[in-house]
């Protein structure tokens, strides 16, 4: 799906007019591209075991079109070709450990290097930069800006540094309170349209909010250690959410994606920042691998 202008779509996700990209001569390469996304997303900020960067393309060639998304598949390398875009930048990786073959297939899941067959065939290249971009001060602001938090610091912070890192421990803006448990989940329905899995007492008042977009990891015992009052993540084992709840800290999961396909909006800035048009970037619109059955009629 191209796009020539941003638009705010329902849920507040940022969203771009669907259309072939128009053909535009740049004069940023590939390679270039790349170099100009690490400054932003720095490799020595990711975990040690992701990839961030380049993994499949030519840094010497021009860029034609950048196609953004969330996931690497093979139907957004096709989707990225087919409007002429000949870059897909990513927020998880292509893979982790590099696949043993590769041919021809529907998906990772028939043959595991089918994602790289594809983007060689098809000339795109392949950048991505997961934990790089999760740790970011841009994406701090993500998720507490969608509810209507107010952001007040790093709940782990890196080593290197007190302003980039996972989770955002946020505070309810004055006027806006109280704010219940409740209300908030219904908050995240309309903001994300889906049905958030909640743990917690619907009536309670909430003053501290920790906010994490993907798994919660290491942020669910911060919030606990910050005597933070919720949890907003992306995911959550049922056990952990479980212990979490009856230690005093209420929990609202959102799903993996749902909280992280707006980091997408970030990484299409972050390429036009870069010096890439913007009537050439445009963001695939992934928001739909799933669904909840009582939400669909047949």
């Known amino acids: 799906m191209a796009g020539t202008k ?71 390398v096709e989707e990225a070709a087919s409007m002429g875009a000949n870059v897909l930048v990513t927020h998880h990786p292509a893979f982790l450990e590099p696949p043993e073959a590769f041919s021809p297939a529907s998906s990772v899941a028939a043959n595991p290097g089918a994602l790289v067959w594809a983007a060689v065939a098809r000339g795109v290249a392949l950048l991505s930069y997961h934990t790089a971009l999760d740790v970011s001060a841009s994406a701090q602001r993500v998720l507490p800006g969608m509810l209507n938090l107010q952001f007040k610091s790093v709940a782990v912070p890196l080593a290197s540094s007190k302003r980039k890192g996972y989770g955002q421990l946020c505070a309810v803006k004055a006027g806006d309170g109280p704010l219940t448990l409740g209300q908030l989940a219904a908050r995240c329905t309309s903001v994300f349209a889906r049905q958030p899995r909640v743990w917690g007492d619907f009536s309670r008042e909430l003053d501290r909010v920790v906010t994490a977009t993907g798994s919660a990891g290491d942020v669910a015992q911060a919030a606990l250690r910050d005597q933070a009052d919720c949890l907003v993540c992306g995911e959550i084992k049922y056990h952990d959410a479980l212990a979490l709840s009856q230690a005093g800290l209420a929990v609202v999961e959102l799903g993996h994606d749902t909280s992280e396909l707006p980091l997408a909006a970030v990484l299409a800035a972050a390429v036009e920042g870069a010096g890439v048009p913007g009537e050439l970037v445009t963001m695939l619109d992934q928001g739909d691998n799933w669904s909840y059955p009582e939400t669909t009629r047949v």
């Open 6 to 76: 941003k638009e705010k779509a329902k849920g507040g996700l940022a969203q771009r007019a669907s259309g072939p990209l128009s053909k535009q001569i740049t004069t940023i390469t590939v390679g270039a591209l790349e170099r100009a996304l690490l400054k932003e997303f720095p490799a020595a900020d990711a975990e040690a075991w992701d990839r961030t960067g380049m993994v499949v393309g030519d840094p010497a060639r021009l860029v034609e079109g950048v196609a953004v998304a969330l996931d690497p598949t093979v139907e957004a």
